[in-house]
């Protein structure tokens, strides 16, 4: 008798983790760079050049830093949110599914879904306007770059 119950107890509660089986605890996000075959880092730990999709625990916060040489480093933070999978749980699972999902990280989506690094070289500084323009601040030219104008001194 004990062992039945113990049985049916240990499978409502698998059972009951709605987000654990629908969409697992962890995510697959793109990384992507321009140029592309920068060296990227999940948490310290390098998981391969861009572009790469690396698998990521749904439940912890996850900080991505992006390398390639000339360039300036790029780093970004993939945070948790509340995945809509949580409803389910609430509805079919109650709160036994509720805390398994939050324990093992189903319940969580990671944000956002994936990144693209424009990568910058470490000799410019770089700022995008709205309309498309584009300014590079250098201290030293390229050769091969096209001078299209210059900023004079104010008097």
Not at 55 to 80: A, V, W
Not at 111 to 127: D, K, L, W, Y
């Amino acid at each position: 008798m004990k062992l039945k119950f113990a049985a049916v107890l240990i499978g409502s509660v698998l059972a009951s983790a709605c987000a654990s089986i629908i969409h697992g605890t962890h995510q697959d996000v793109g990384i992507s760079s321009s140029p592309t075959n920068a060296a990227v880092k999940v948490d310290g730990n390098i998981v391969g050049n861009t572009p790469v999709n690396a698998k990521l625990t749904r439940k912890d916060r996850h900080i991505i830093s992006i390398e390639m040489p000339g360039y300036q480093p790029y780093e970004t933070t993939f945070t948790r949110g509340v995945s809509g999978w949580v409803w389910g749980n609430i509805a079919f699972g109650g709160l036994i599914g509720l805390a398994v999902d939050a324990i093992d990280g189903g319940m969580y989506q990671l944000t956002p879904e994936q990144i693209h690094a424009e990568m910058r070289s470490q000799n410019a500084s770089v700022m995008r306007l709205g309309d498309g323009l584009l300014f590079a601040v250098v201290l030293k030219p390229d050769p091969a770059w096209q001078k299209v104008g210059q900023l004079a001194a104010l008097n």
